[in-house]
Nanobody, 124 residues
């Protein structure tokens, strides 16, 4: 079984920075971050595999967000800079035990395990 625990969300003004982290227990291969704003569908933000290579990002966050994996403790970080009000939402860590064989973040259905979420609020 895989357990994902997120931390690091909070409130920040536009232009600020936050880092959210996800500690994963159990074997994982692909780790990703999704977010969901009220009334909207869950959308992929970024994902990375256990090698730490070939990260993928949503177009809306490219150049502002960085995903990285700390292999020593199987933690995936999402560094978020230049935050915008539209980045507001519940951020969820997701994982699975297989690669995603497409050059994209993947869909929510591609991930088998989910964390409980951490709220990120960006005020203007």
């Amino acid at each position: 079984q895989v357990l994902l625990v997120e931390s690091g969300g909070g409130s920040v003004q536009a232009g600020g920075s936050l880092t959210v982290s996800c500690s994963a227990t159990g074997y994982t291969y692909t780790l990703g971050w999704f977010r969901q704003a009220p009334g909207k569908e869950r959308e992929g933000v970024a994902r990375i595999d256990s090698t730490g290579l070939f990260p993928f990002y949503a177009d809306s966050v490219k150049g502002r967000f960085t995903i990285a994996i700390v292999k020593a403790n199987n933690t995936v970080l999402l560094q978020m800079n230049s935050l915008k009000p539209e980045d507001t939402g519940m951020y969820y860590c997701a994982a699975n035990r297989r690669p995603i064989m497409r050059p994209t973040i993947g869909r929510p259905g591609d991930f088998d395990y989910w964390g409980q979420g951490t709220q990120v609020t960006v005020s203007s």
